[in-house]
């Protein structure tokens, strides 16, 4: 019986694993929320972090975000890759440096070829400043690391 139920359980934690996409298990949430609420869009198009509101959700690949409006979520549901973070919503600097998963500063960010990228920045550590120090270098490896952490 104990073998039955172990076996169940186990069959169980298996299909919950596989129904989260690769990316949706890497991705920097907070309770299924991304870029702690703040709306991807504005980032795009007002050149700011601006907080997102619940009542403007959209869901895609179990990673949920919110909106400041209405239109902003529309333009996002079109096209939800281009608005999406790079590396998963963690800082690109420690992705590129070291390959690590770090919380990042929602309010740190940069635009660069039309991709978010989102810098850890707290207690004097602004790492978007490094980042740009060693741009080519930090992104070839952060999309080296991305990679082998989405395989």
């Known amino acids: 019986m104990k073998q039955l139920i172990c076996r169940t359980l186990l069959g169980l ?3 919950q694993a596989n129904a989260q996409t690769p990316a949706a298990m890497h991705f920097n949430t907070e309770s299924g929320v991304a870029l702690n609420g703040y709306d991807p869009v504005a980032y795009f198009t007002r050149n700011k972090a601006v907080k997102g509101k619940k009542e403007f959700n959209f869901t895609t690949s179990q990673v ?6 209405a239109a902003a979520r529309e333009l996002f549901s079109k096209n939800p890759t281009h608005y999406q973070p790079q590396y998963g919503g963690w800082c690109a600097y420690a992705m590129g440096a070291s390959g ?3 919380d990042v500063d929602p309010e740190t960010f940069k635009i660069l070829n039309g991709k978010l990228y989102l810098f850890y920045n707290r207690l004097f550590n602004n790492t978007l400043t490094k980042w740009n120090a060693d741009e080519p270098n ?3 490896k952060a999309d080296a690391n991305w990679s082998k952490l989405n395989k």
Do not use: A, G, I, R
Not at 64 to 69: D, K, L, R
């Open 138 to 140: 930090l992104k070839s």
């Open 13 to 15: 934690m298996v299909l």
């Open 64 to 69: 949920t975000y919110y909106f400041e409006s």
């Open 100 to 102: 690590e998963k770090v």
